[in-house]
Every structure is written in C-alpha cells, then in structure tokens.
C-alpha cells in the first residue's frame, strides 16, 4: 500500500481536520522561511489537499497525473 493511501485511509472522516492541518504546516513554513518560498508553500499546500481530496469548494482542479 502506498503512503498516500495508507494517509488517505488514515484521515477518512476528518476531512476538516486535514485541510486545517496543511493550512497549519503551510502557515508555520511560511513564518520560519519569512515569507521567501510562499509561492512554493502555498502550490504545496493545493496539491497535497489534492491528493487528499480534501479541498474546500469541491474535489480540486485537476486530475492525478499519471
């Protein structure tokens, strides 16, 4: 089983909880990095709630690439 499967499996039903923890870890690298990578930070923050399918407003944007 891959990890993003055995994560996705993990954080079933705590959908919430999951987006605000990438939203935290996001907001905590931007602070330590002072902002200089937040481009980077925040395309992180967007494709992980992807791949957890967690995204608020839908199911994201884009489907997995191969």
């Known amino acids: 089983m891959a990890m993003m ?3 996705k499996s993990m954080l079933k039903g705590h959908e919430g909880q ?3 923890g990438v939203d935290k870890v996001g907001d905590m690298v931007g ?3 002072r902002g200089k ?3 980077h930070v925040g395309t992180a923050q967007e494709r ?3 791949q957890l399918g967690r995204r608020r407003g839908g199911h994201g944007g884009e489907p997995p690439r191969p």
């Open 18 to 20: 999951s987006s605000r």
């Open 48 to 50: 992980l709630k992807d």
């Open 5 to 7: 499967d055995k994560l």
């Open 31 to 33: 602070r330590r990095t």
């Open 37 to 39: 990578h937040s481009r």
